[in-house]
């Protein structure tokens, strides 16, 4: 099936530094979608990308699907120990099943 | 609204045992789903309802079976627990018919111990 690499698994950012999540896959996708579970909590749906170079923000949040729709990133500015929590990337290649990356984990040094 | 709610939070279960696991959504969404997720792998979809009436496998289908009892209703049978089956798990829900194009609802989970 269908699968998504997530890259890295661990992020420890110091508070207020910048941070990249990247995903990958080795096929086209349609669109790729992206969740945050904080500790002991269910995934929480962030943000969808559909066109190739898609760039999307939320405060400071930065979403962006490749150009060539096999790969995602998500940045975050200025690190809060709101961040915390693990990060998913879901894609799919037209068919009707999402395929979750093994996310990435980021913990915040105050 | 309530969103997505599953029942039990907490289980604990011998080899061999049998349970279900609940899961109702008031969204009135098409599409309901369930995920296990263990450590380092992420979710991993084991069944999914395109629609009422309707039930697929999905990556991780073997010794669950599902049952899309109505429109709200999508409940997720062990009929013989095994400790490879001990994980969290996550019912979800999104509006249909199309599931991939739309964001999915969760559920607060059902972390389920196989001994």
């Known amino acids: 099936g269908q699968q998504v690499m997530q890259i890295p698994q661990y992020q420890h950012v110091q508070e207020g530094e910048d941070f990249t999540t990247y995903c990958n896959s080795s096929t086209t996708l349609s669109n790729i979608q992206w969740y945050k579970q904080r500790p002991g909590g269910h995934p929480v749906f962030l943000i969808q990308l559909v066109k190739s170079g898609e760039v999307k923000k939320q405060k400071r949040l930065t979403f962006q699907f490749g150009e060539a729709k096999k790969n995602s990133s998500l940045h975050i500015t200025a690190t809060q120990t709101t961040d915390v929590g693990t990060y998913f990337c879901a894609a799919s290649s037209n068919d009707y099943k999402l395929s979750f990356g093994a996310g990435t984990t980021v913990t915040v040094r105050a | 609204n309530a969103g997505v709610t599953q029942t039990p939070k907490f289980q604990v279960l011998k080899t061999g045992q049998s349970m279900t696991l609940q899961c109702a959504q008031d969204?009135?969404?098409?599409?309901m789903y369930w995920y296990r997720q263990d450590p380092g792998m992420g979710l991993r979809l084991i069944y999914y309802?395109?629609?009422?009436?309707?039930?697929d496998k999905g990556e991780v289908p073997n010794g669950y079976n599902v049952s899309r009892l109505n429109k709200r209703e999508f409940s997720l049978r062990l009929e013989s627990a095994a400790p490879s089956q001990t994980s969290v798990y996550f019912c979800?829900?999104?509006?249909?018919?199309?599931?991939?194009?739309?964001?999915?609802?969760f559920g607060s989970g059902t972390q389920l111990s196989v001994l």
């Open positions: 979800a829900s999104s509006l249909g018919p199309r599931p991939t194009n739309e964001k999915l609802f």
């Open positions: 969204m009135n969404h098409n599409s």
């Open positions: 309802s395109a629609s009422e009436g309707t039930t």
